[in-house]
């Protein structure tokens, strides 16, 4: 069984919010514009994009994904998705706590639309992560038991570039260790650092170490290592395995979208450096399968 902790939606919505300053583009069809400049399938719908995930899936054999709103305020599109696939579909949604509605947004966003884990982004929003407006994410996330996505460390977003679109980011502001300082007091939420950190290896190995709600996802080609000379991701995953366990590893892709689809290459590397790092049949089942069914159990319906 493989469930993918780590896919992006780029739904129309998406496209749209993101080009909205571009003057380039047409108002009426401006998402199916996007998607050509950018050679990618136009997502459509909602529902037809979640329909074309739900048969790569199957194509592939996944029998569930986590899918991410990869922009604030197109939640409604990852919401549409689950709902259609609510088997199949985890809905996360990316979150700025300093906007003007995050409280209104979180909680339906949470309850109403019945996603299941916020995604912050602390150097693309500047904020630091033990701001008081992170506990206020955590503390919502506590109560309707919802989870956190944390991205910390390097950060690029491919189809920015591709754009031409600016991407300024505070690198400094995601720290995994001022991340612990806000994890540590909300035990009960589990928090997801993605790509093992992101070139904050140690510093996630620390926090997780220091906080047992902390998970690591293992999405990407990990393109991070750069920065370690000589690191492998063998030695990745043997050193992780040693100090935060499997039952703290989430198996991801960071699959995105058309044609391209799931990345099996990235399964397959992770898969044969698993088995290199001396992983065993139990916690290789862990990475792939059992940690995200324990922290997102499929229920079909959402409850509040």
Not at 29 to 36: F, Y
Not at 149 to 170: M, W
Request: glycine share 8%; net charge negative.
């Amino acid at each position: 069984m493989i469930n993918d902790a780590h896919c992006h939606f780029f739904s129309s919505g998406f496209l749209d919010i993101l080009t909205r300053e571009m003057t380039d583009l047409p108002d009426e069809g401006r998402a199916a514009a996007v998607a050509s400049r950018l050679g990618w399938t136009d997502p459509g719908s909602p529902e037809h994009l979640s329909d074309r995930w739900v048969e790569e899936l199957d194509r592939n054999r996944v029998n569930r994904a986590a899918i991410i709103a990869s922009i604030p305020g197109d939640e409604s599109s990852v919401a549409a998705a689950v709902a259609r696939h609510p088997s199949r579909f985890v809905g996360f949604f990316m979150f700025n706590p300093c906007a003007p509605d995050a409280g209104e947004r979180l909680e339906r966003a949470l309850t109403e639309q019945q996603l299941r884990c916020a995604c912050l982004f602390p150097a693309m929003h500047r904020y630091r992560l033990d701001d008081e407006r992170v506990g206020r994410v955590f503390e919502t996330a506590a109560r309707h038991g919802g989870s956190v996505f944390v991205h910390c460390g390097a950060l690029t977003v491919g189809v920015r570039t591709k754009l031409g679109l600016p991407s300024v980011f505070d690198l400094r502001l995601g720290d995994p260790l001022a991340l612990a300082v806000t994890a540590g007091s909300f035990p009960s939420v589990p928090v997801i650092v993605p790509h093992f950190g992101a070139g904050f290896f140690r510093e996630a190995l620390m926090a997780a170490g220091q906080c047992r709600n902390i998970h690591l996802d293992t999405s990407s080609s990990n393109g991070w290592m750069k920065y370690h000379p000589g690191l492998t991701l063998d030695a990745v995953f043997r050193e992780t395995l040693l100090d935060v366990g499997a039952e703290r590893l989430l198996f991801g892709t960071d699959s995105s979208f058309f044609p391209r689809g799931w990345q099996k290459g990235i399964y397959d590397a992770q898969s044969a450096a698993l088995q290199d790092a001396g992983a065993s049949l139990a916690d290789r089942a862990l990475v792939f399968d059992g940690n995200f069914e324990r922290i997102f159990p499929c229920t079909g319906t959402f409850a509040a």
